[in-house]
């Protein structure tokens, strides 16, 4: 295991109390940090909001093109292999509640891929047009949006 796996793990499971000291640091020294951020824009440098923003983009990126690897890098109907439209499917339902039951879109992905990597056979690669197909073929639009009912 990795120190950055490590680092990660302990991040995961220490996150409220983390979150915490950050908060007791931020409001016992406000006016240094609110003078460091604007230091920092003056001499045209990233805050460090902004590295941690595109560090978060870079690993989704990464943990989603690997999901993609893993399961053939090709729509599952129709063969469409152009990653910009390709999305990771549940076989069977259920990605928008699994997905809100998570913290971040990178936990997400990272437990999709652990998924994918055991070989089970609950996530497929579809285009976005099969995509869209397969969930008014199986009504799954119908349970995920509460905007728009149910036929009866």
């Not at 893993?70 to 999305?87: H, K, P, V, Y």
């Not at 990771?88 to 997905?99: F, Q, R, S, T, W």
Request: charged share 35%; net charge positive.
């Amino acid at each position: 295991m990795t120190k950055d796996e490590i680092a990660c793990r302990y991040r995961e499971r220490h996150r409220d109390e983390l979150r915490t000291k950050a908060l007791v640091y931020y409001y016992a020294n406000k006016e240094r940090v609110i003078a460091r951020f604007k230091e920092a824009k003056e001499r045209g440098g990233l805050s460090w909001r902004e590295k941690e923003s595109a560090r978060n983009r870079f690993w989704k990126a990464r943990n989603r093109l690997a999901i993609l690897e893993l399961l053939g890098g090709s729509c599952a109907r129709c063969g469409f292999n152009d990653r910009r439209a390709l999305q990771i499917d549940h076989v069977n339902g259920g990605g928008y509640k699994a997905l809100r039951e998570v913290a971040s879109l990178n936990t997400y992905y990272r437990q999709i891929r652990e998924a994918v990597a055991q070989e089970t056979s609950e996530y497929q690669v579809l285009c976005a047009n099969c995509n869209q197909i397969k969930r008014h073929e199986k009504d799954e639009f119908y349970r995920t949006h509460k905007l728009i009912p149910a036929p009866d």
